[in-house]
């Protein structure tokens, strides 16, 4: 089985630009989380959506928004981009959403610039 | 609320030496689901462990051991005669219900030669 890919992997915007990452889970996995994950940070929870919907959301301005399409891949955006959102994007997929364990891509780093 | 606590930032040891990571977690569900993972130097999260919250029986995978006591709210993992492989940042993650996967801060294990 094809593990959880992100694309792109690196990016390199300025500051006001947006952005979309994107996410395809491992196959059969409908539940898919985005996570930020910077030095003095660490793991921070961005999103959850599962079929399509979201079901949970962190501590993150609305410039962070994301979704989920009938395949279960996701796109996470960032709009007005700030320096303050240089991080590594991480997505993760699980089964059974709550219980199984989360297996994660390799993540986007994102500079701005 | 749901919280995981890795009071431990960074640990250092010498090759051959044994580890014990500590993971403090809280949580008002009964149904919880405790995991650990590995993030070494190349940045992708790597699965460890997976335990539920009815299962107490201590785990162990080679050189890997988990620690799970109710009593304490604690899953604690140890690593036996320590090789630079081991270096990297490791997570302690709680799960339940509905609520997102919540990460603890990392500890960052150096393995010296």
């Known amino acids: 089985k094809a593990g959880v890919t992100q694309t792109p992997r690196y990016l390199i915007k300025t500051r006001g630009q947006q952005v979309t990452l994107s996410c395809s889970p491992i196959s059969g996995h409908r539940s898919v989380s985005w996570y930020q994950q910077t030095p003095g940070q660490g793991l921070q929870f961005l999103f959850e959506?599962?079929?399509?919907?979201?079901?949970n959301k962190g501590n993150f301005p609305g410039r962070f928004s994301g979704r989920q399409f009938s395949n279960s891949r996701s796109e996470m955006n960032v709009s007005t981009l700030e320096l303050g959102d240089s991080a590594l994007y991480l997505c993760a997929s699980s089964f059974r959403r709550g219980v199984d364990e989360q297996f994660f891509g390799p993540g986007t780093r994102l500079t701005v610039l | 609320a749901q919280k995981v606590t890795q009071a431990q930032t960074e640990i250092s040891v010498v090759e051959k030496e044994d580890v014990t990571l500590d993971c403090v977690y809280e949580?008002?569900?009964?149904?919880?689901?405790l995991f650990w993972y590995k993030q070494p130097p190349s940045g992708e999260l790597v699965f460890l462990i997976r335990r539920n919250s009815f299962d107490e029986q201590n785990e162990i995978s080679g050189r890997y051991s988990w620690n799970f006591q109710k009593s304490t709210s604690s899953f604690n993992f140890t690593i036996t005669a320590s090789q630079v492989v081991d270096s990297a940042v490791y997570f302690c993650a709680l799960s339940s219900g509905n609520n997102d996967m919540r990460f603890g801060a990392g500890t960052r294990l150096t393995v010296k030669p």
């Open positions: 959506y599962f079929s399509e919907t979201q079901r």
């Open positions: 949580t008002r569900d009964t149904t919880y689901y």
